[in-house]
């Protein structure tokens, strides 16, 4: 009897458990992006860590990320201090944990005189149909992040972070690690990486879109929108 006894003991010990375990997982389920599992699912699933991140789950979320968003970087205080990118940077170099990223205070939006940059989740947005390429935002922007580049179908590196990667990859999830992969697969030698960040040269860029491929960060693109 005593067999039994304990059996069921630990049968209904087991139960118990299983029901905490059901509930909880009710209560603390947290939403993920759909795209997420969508990109999973194409991956090898190897988890070998060559892409520079843990493993294939962690790659997928960065690549749905988008470049430097408040949703992927945080803040290293609380700034309430005048509406102005160029008074946050002289504080601690502002507020984002990114030293060298956009502070979303809208300086280059008031310099435009065209209308042509907006402030979208934290990041300045430019509308290339209004944008003359005049470069008011380009002198009005204290980060440097803002710069006149050729038009057309060639990419961007979205990222003006000058750290090294680990470091880059503490403050932001989608900036560049330097880790060169598209450098030495561009077939023109028309990007190089200076001071551990991606640089295009456009005057040798033919648009091939080689380094969009490669780069692990997915933090080279084609911007489309405002």
């Known amino acids: 009897m005593s067999i039994v006894t304990a059996v069921a003991a630990v049968t209904v010990i087991g139960l118990l458990g299983a ?63 005048i509406e102005s990118c160029t008074a946050c940077a002289a504080l601690y170099a502002g507020r ?27 990041l300045a947005r430019v509308n290339p149909a209004l944008c003359t390429g005049c470069g008011a935002c380009e002198q009005a922007c204290p980060k ?3 710069w006149i580049r050729p038009e057309g179908e060639r990419p961007v590196v979205m990222c003006a972070n000058h750290d090294r990667g ?17 450098e ?21 860029c033919n648009g091939c879109h080689t380094c969009m491929n490669v780069c692990p960060v997915h933090a080279i693109t084609i911007p489309k929108d405002v």
């Open 19 to 81: 029901a905490i375990l059901v509930v909880a997982a009710h209560f603390m389920h947290v939403e993920e992006d759909p795209r997420i599992g969508q990109v999973l699912g194409v991956l090898p699933g190897a988890n070998c860590g060559a892409c520079g991140y843990a493993g294939c789950a962690d790659y997928a979320k960065a690549i749905v990320a988008c470049q430097g968003s408040y949703e992927h970087m945080e803040d290293k205080y609380s700034y309430e201090g």
């Open 96 to 122: 984002a944990a990114c030293e060298f990223g956009c502070l979303g205070y809208g300086d280059c939006v008031k310099a435009c005189p065209f209308g042509a940059i907006t402030v979208s989740n934290g």
């Open 144 to 146: 440097k992040v803002i």
């Open 166 to 182: 680990a470091q880059t990859r503490k403050a932001c999830t989608a900036g560049c690690i330097g880790c060169m992969k598209c």
């Open 184 to 204: 030495k697969s561009c077939p023109e030698g028309a990007i190089h990486v200076t001071n551990n960040v991606a640089r295009v040269d456009y005057d040798k």
